[in-house]
């Protein structure tokens, strides 16, 4: 605190004066009317602005001539020469055109963004402005922490491992990708923040469109979709370099270099960052990475390709248990306490941990056939290598185990060293292990677009994957023993295996997807509509190393394919200048994820499995004018058999695996948000999401058989008018963004999250009386930020503070529910406390 004090003394005391003023007013070239929200910035320079309701602007510049870029999400980009005569200047009307294709930005996902009063889809947009004064040390995700519907936390602390839930639906099925091309885990659809964690210092825009979206890949989205547009060739000459502190050793340095366009059509930009940090959870030291780089060449006037490569190689500690709150109570270190790690040789070890790096790689070409007709390809390659880290053998990390230093206390992994060397011959008895989940990814994605009248436009694409992952478990550290003995693989009963070796399991999975799309679009005066189908063929293939004798024809499954489609159809009508509705509906089918297909953890195919079926439907609102913009959106999801895997026990005592149908969910509700603008220099923000996420219908009377169709037993799951779990139904915020001095800005932004319910497992629920999952508290956190533009030795440079939970409310931010229902038995994680960074920014 005594250094954000001290930076605030020092931006109070300081004062810049401007050369001048440029106005002007940004308009639509297809509406003719304002783009309110649009970006001016002065080229070379972080000095801008955007426009207010009315599209209209006024920047103070520092210098007497250059160059002003307006941009817009959806919109292709313009820049425009001033030069102030008298100390001011009016640029007049500025017309920008949708971005169908632009040259500037040809990346597969402008045709996927949404367009203000346009697209009729909910949707919130965060510009790249707004990310880097936010981010701070939050995680990525949590920049869309004030979206209506929307709910991101840190999970268990460590660092990338937020998750992010949007309407009430999990994060494998939530839709997100990255410069067009899908990220989601291909096997069970999640997505790894800790992949991206470092995808934030090159992001453009990331657009967030809940429910169905407008999203033209064969992606079915339950709650949503994330769309993260990168820097490209739109980037000037010069670069930047910044640094970051903040609390419990938060430290982070990086650098962007770009060409800009050069004079025979090539551009390239380079950016890489390292992030280090203690952890505000104890045991969740981390280190990471990021690197980024695009080059983009015009070939002629009709072509042009761009490669961008990016990765964020990364290691951490995890606090991979919840607790009940009895246990933080009890512990010294209060909501911070963490049970998974300990000292070895007197240096922080990690019994849960994550590692990883996930470098994606595309080529993407924009080929102008001709004025009504344009192809935008991209080929991508992703090669993932890394996983979890883990114990195997004899578990002595309870929490009152005799190898820690106390109750509650570190794990002291010298003791389990020392047993290990005294037995010898007879191998490690305890070990640490790492889950490998490694893969290679290739796909292509390719989408035609043309002009059948002036009015409509008919689109066209198709999306190819291959994805192959590569599961196993490998010794880390024998901690002191010669070997470790696993008798897990069929081929090699006697496994003495050393670190490196793979023990426990080994098997692949293999997926194929085939999809395509097509679509027609109408746009005319104040109406736009669309019609889409989309269909896709998804193959799963499971090869095993280890359950199965490698001249055993088991080893290997065939493909099993699961066919899904889409149908979905929207518009939206401009009934004057200031208010429009949109209107949308569909209906997809989802394939069952890879653990659906196969289960029993061997090569046994669930001949019940099928797909998932989603019925959506939306009716929005939208006003615009001078001061105020507003949406207001009502929705209705109804998930109908939802996979549901039941275990049981067979006679023989072998575990196996059945799938239970007819579990259906519905998700509804209503959203609002706002922007009002009394003058240029304050904007107060306000959004309120009320839902009502719960399970359908009791499901009763399952049979369960065994491989030979023997009834094993007869289950009923009494979940029906059950709330869903793991995210709040009720949430609302307020926030606040006033430029109070020349050139310094104060934020405050409050969030409240309330009906929140512990997330459960639906087969537990097989009494009658079973009574409602336990309630999680309501609670509000408030962040605070300044940011001050200022100019040394020539460079515009900025300093950017932030404080998050400055109250230090103590909350819960994810529960999973107990066997009692109540509070007592929940196991939680709490979120952060207060915490805090501060940053400087130097623009070259």
Known sequence: MRKLFLLAMFLTSATIFAQGTITGSVIDSETNGPLPGANVMVVGTNNGTMTDFDGNFSLEVKRSKGTIKVSFVGYAPKEIQFNLSGGTQDLGGIVLDPDNNALEEIVVTSFSLAIDRKT???????????????IGNQEFPEVLKSTPGVYAN??????????????????????????????????????????????SDVTRTMQTQRGLGAAKVAVPSIGGTVNVVTKTTDAEKGGSIYVAT????????????????????????????????????????????????????????????SFTAFGAPQRHGQRQNRYTMETYRESDRGIKFNGDW????????????????????????????????????????????????????TNKFGLDSKYRDGYLQPVNFDMIVEENIERGAEGSETILRASRNDHNWYGALSTLSTDITEDIELLAGVDLRYYKGKHFQEVTNLLGGQYYYDDSNENDP????????????????????????????????????????????????RIDYFNYLDSDPNQETDFYNFFGYSVKGGANYNFTKSSGLFANIGYFEKAP?????????????????????????????????SVLRANFNAYRTVWSDRSLIYSYNNPDGSLGVAN????????????????????????????????????????TGVQIFDEEQQLIEEIDLYIGDTKVGGTPQTTAGLGLDYEFLTDMRFRANYNYFADFYSDFDPVSR??????????????GTLDLGLTYDFSVAGFDATLNANVYNMTNTEYIANAQNGLNNDARTARVWYGFGRTYTVGAKLNF
């Open 342 to 393: 300990g000292y070895l040789n007197g240096e922080v070890t990690h019994i849960e941990d994550n590692f990883y790096h996930k470098p994606q790689m595309s080529l993407n070409h924009y080929w102008d056939i001709s004025e009504k007709t344009q192809l935008s390809t991209a080929v991508y390659a992703s090669f993932g290598s890394g996983g979890g880290g883990g114990w195997a053998g």
């Open 494 to 541: 006697v496994n003495l295996a050393r670190v490196g070796d793979k023990i426990n399991y080994w098997n692949d999975g293999i997926v194929l997807w085939e999809g395509g799309f097509l679509q027609a679009e109408y746009s005319k005066g104040d109406l736009d509509a669309f019609v889409s189908v989309a269909a896709s063929n998804t193959s799963y293939k």
């Open 593 to 625: 994820f890879f653990d659906a297909v196969f289960l029993n953890f061997v090569n046994d195919v669930n001949p019940d499995a099928e797909n998932q079926k989603i019925f959506s439907t939306e009716l929005g609102y939208t006003f615009r004018n």
């Open 660 to 699: 239970i149908l007819g579990v259906n969910a519905l998700h509804q509700g209503l959203e609002f948000d706002f922007e009002y603008r009394p003058f240029d220099k304050l904007s107060i923000t306000g959004f309120a999401s009320v839902g009502d996420f719960t399970w359908k219908d009791d499901v």
């Open 154 to 199: 840190k999970a268990g602390g460590g660092f990338g491992d937020a998750e992010l839930r949007m309407r009430g639906f999990e994060g494998e099925n939530i839709a997100v990708m990255i410069n067009g091309v899908p990220v989601n885990d291909m096997e069970n659809g999640r997505v790894y923040w800790s992949n991206w964690a470092g995808l």
């Open 120 to 134: 009729p889809v909910a949707v919130s947009t965060i510009s790249a402005a707004e990310i880097e004064t936010k």
């Open 766 to 779: 097989t009494s009658e009386n079973t009574p409602e999952v336990w309630k999680l508290p309501a609670f």
């Open 246 to 305: 903040g609390n419990d050793g938060y430290t982070k340095f990086g650098a962007t270099v770009s060409t800009g366009v050069t004079e025979n059509g090539l551009a390239a930009t380079v950016s890489a960052s390292k992030t280090v940090g203690d952890g505000y959870v104890d045991g969740t030291e981390f280190i990471g990475y990021n690197y980024f780089v695009n080059i983009a060449k015009e070939l002629g006037e009709d072509h042009e390709i």
